[in-house]
């Protein structure tokens, strides 16, 4: 099954500090994309980071970077001197090619606390 | 550059009417994605369009549920006769091959009463 599993339903934080996500997925290809995105109550899904499954080095935009590990099939987001503007809802996805269909786990609600 | 719109971002209706959403892309992207999100879960591909041509429509209910995008731009999504289940966010998004990742729009929440 193409699955993305996120085992943290919420996740609490405080301000400054830092937290990490956690991620793991299933796949049989070895050319896919993962991706986490923030969705705040506005609903607008907003893309936070990227990465390529062929590229060893974790990617990492600002506070926000990822470790990936190919494979155990798992692709955790940490966020460093969180905000209160990091509070949302963050999903974990996966593509099995350029273009194709992303396949989102549940999300893990992320609170912070000032 | 202006991001994926969506209209209208609610809408009520009761089941058995017919409800449409419409969606405009990002300029110069060419694939097209809509999506159904349920409450409390992550969205699910209903429909992806590559140009004019629906590429992935597998899980799309095609009972209800039909979808255009004419000219390979704007896109409509639309569902006839709704029912008390389609309550959902429906989410459009686009992408270009050359980038990959997706850019969603605000989103459309359609409430079935």
């Known amino acids: 099954a193409q699955t993305v599993t996120q085992s943290q339903p919420e996740m609490s934080v405080q301000e400054a500090e830092t937290v990490t996500l956690s991620c793991t997925y299933d796949t049989s290809e070895s050319d896919y994309y993962l991706f986490w995105y923030k969705q705040p109550p506005s609903r607008q899904m907003i893309l936070v980071i990227r990465q390529e499954a062929y590229k060893q080095q974790n990617a990492t935009e600002n506070r926000f970077s990822v470790n990936f590990q190919k494979a155990a099939k798992s692709f955790s987001l940490k966020i460093s001197d969180s905000q209160l503007g990091d509070a949302a809802m963050y999903f974990c996805a996966r593509t099995y090619n350029q273009g194709g269909k992303l396949i989102f786990g549940q999300g893990t609600e992320l609170s912070v606390k000032p | 550059e202006a991001g994926v719109v969506q209209s209208p971002r609610y809408k009520i209706i009761e089941k058995k009417q017919p409800v449409a959403f419409w969606c405009n892309p990002i300029?110069?992207?060419?694939?097209l994605y809509w999506y159904r999100q349920n409450l409390g879960q992550g969205p699910e591909l209903l429909i992806r369009?590559?140009?004019?041509?629906?590429?992935?429509d597998s899980q799309l209910p095609k009972d209800r549920f039909s979808a255009e995008r004419l000219k390979g731009v704007d896109s409509t999504l639309k569902i006839q006769p709704a029912e008390l289940g389609d309550s959902a966010v429906y989410l459009c998004a686009s992408s270009t091959r050359a980038k990959g990742e997706q850019y969603f729009g605000p989103g459309t929440r359609l409430t079935v009463t």
């Open positions: 369009y590559e140009n004019e041509e629906a590429v992935d």
């Open positions: 300029s110069g992207h060419n694939t």
